[in-house]
């Protein structure tokens, strides 16, 4: 009798410890699948429009240098004569109409990307 007892609390035991795992990893899965429903944070959203900016940034200050020959700190409409598209626009992107870009009016152009320097430089 006293085996039987003993087996019975131990099959007891078994299933209380079975029954208690299977809830503790039934509670890991729902946790698991909460907090992959979760939005990403604006924080990480804000790094990343902070870094476009920088790139973008970087590619008119590299874009700018090369076309700037005589480093002035400006491109006038003779070194523009590089790109196509700048001396189609230039008139458009020189905003305070002095003849001559600054930085800060080229790196405004949206299309960055458009603006294809001529291998051979201005003629």
Avoid: C, W
């Avoid at 006038?76 to 992107?93: G, I, N, R």
Wanted: net charge negative; charged share 25%.
């Amino acid at each position: 009798m006293k085996i039987t007892s003993i087996r019975s609390q131990l099959l007891a035991s078994a299933v209380a410890l079975a029954l208690a795992g299977a809830g503790t990893i039934a509670m890991a899965q729902e946790d698991a699948k909460a907090t992959q429903k979760q939005p990403v944070t604006t924080s990480t959203d804000s790094s990343m429009d902070a870094s476009t900016d920088a790139s973008s940034s970087t590619l008119a200050k590299s874009k700018f240098d090369l076309l700037d020959t005589n480093r002035d700190g400006y491109v006038d409409k003779h070194e523009a004569m590089a790109s196509t598209v700048l001396t189609t626009q230039f008139e458009k992107l020189d905003g305070d109409h002095n003849g001559k870009l600054s930085l800060t009016e080229f790196a405004a152009i949206n299309d960055l990307a458009s603006i294809k320097i001529d291998k051979k430089g201005y003629q």
